[in-house]
């Protein structure tokens, strides 16, 4: 398994439940409040974390449930999804954590791409959402070491006027990991 994706809210997934709560080494959860929307699905990743050790890095603004057992709570400003992610996508790289095989395989342009992330340093993204530079460090270096990662939203990042902004982020993210 090269890696795990999920999407909540249009019901579409690359991989199912079961498989992303065995396998999946750390979790990336952003505009889902997974234990209230998903509480079947909550539970699995409950247990994964207690019971296997995965890492579980949150982005919301809220203390919503699942928090409580994150090892990091990225509480950004709303409306600062984008710059969070590509921030993220900023350390990746800036690490070499990134699937340099998969990219050269399956991507094209990737030099633009990079290009675009090189305008999110984390000293600017913590300004932007409000994050300390050293959460965003931290949940980078977990997202960049711990594979395979599942990340995954709903609507709290599709349903505004930033929502394709949003997911494309995510899709750069995924196809950096």
């Known amino acids: 398994m090269a890696g795990l994706a999920t999407t909540y809210g249009s019901g579409a997934m690359t991989n199912s439940m079961d498989d ?3 396998n999946a080494e750390a979790f990336f959860i952003i505009g889902s409040n997974t234990t209230e929307q998903h509480p079947v699905f909550g539970t699995m990743l409950r247990r ?25 709570h990225l509480q950004h400003k709303a409306g600062t999804d984008t710059a969070l992610i590509n921030g993220l996508c900023y350390l990746i790289l800036k690490n070499g954590h990134e699937d340099a095989a998969y990219i050269a395989e399956r991507t094209e ?10 305008n999110y340093p984390p000293e600017l993204v913590s300004k932007i959402t409000g994050v300390p530079v050293e959460l965003l ?9 711990y594979k395979p990662m599942a990340v995954m939203w709903a609507m709290g990042i599709t349903q505004h006027t930033k929502g394709v902004r949003n ?10 990991l």
């Open 20 to 22: 992303i709560a065995a």
């Open 48 to 72: 994964a974390i207690k019971m296997r050790g995965a890492k579980l890095i949150v982005a919301d603004p809220r203390q919503i449930d699942i928090t409580e057992l994150a090892t990091v």
């Open 109 to 118: 342009d990737f030099e633009i791409y990079k290009e675009v992330i090189q």
């Open 137 to 145: 460090i931290e949940a980078a270096e977990i997202m960049g070491t």
């Open 167 to 176: 997911v494309m982020a995510l899709a750069g993210l995924q196809m950096l």
